[in-house]
Nanobody
């Protein structure tokens, strides 16, 4: 059973940066499409913001983070990262990573398409 653990969240000022990590155990993360999601305070929906797809490595971003966030893999560390730059107060949320096993979801950022989830890490952006 694949298990995912997020880390790297914290509090930053607007314009700051954070790097989130999603580290897997119980499986090889390269074999999964991995997505990053966030759930803002008071919202009951997890918003898909980025994914990196197996097996071709293609990447998708939501428009809200395009140009500011970068998703990447480190196969040796069985980890997927989310580099977040130029953070805004509206980026405040709990951030989750999730993995989609084969057959893959074709690059979807829909939360219902993903099979395994971490517990999340909080990000707060305020001055």
């Amino acid at each position: 059973q694949l298990q995912l653990v997020e880390s790297g969240g914290g509090s930053v000022q607007p314009g700051g940066s954070l790097r989130l990590s999603c580290t897997a155990s119980g499986g090889i993360l390269d074999h999964y499409t991995v997505g990053w999601f966030r759930q803002a305070p008071g919202k009951n929906r997890r918003e898909g913001i980025a994914n990196i797809n197996a097996p071709d490595g293609s990447i998708n971003y939501d428009a809200s983070v395009q140009g500011r966030f970068t998703i990447s893999r480190d196969s040796a560390k069985n980890t997927v990262y989310l580099q977040m730059n130029s953070l805004k107060p509206e980026d405040t949320a709990d951030y989750y990573c999730a993995a989609d096993r084969p057959p893959y979801n074709g690059g979807s950022l829909g939360a219902h398409e993903y099979d395994y989830w971490g517990r999340g890490t909080p990000v707060s952006v305020s001055s």
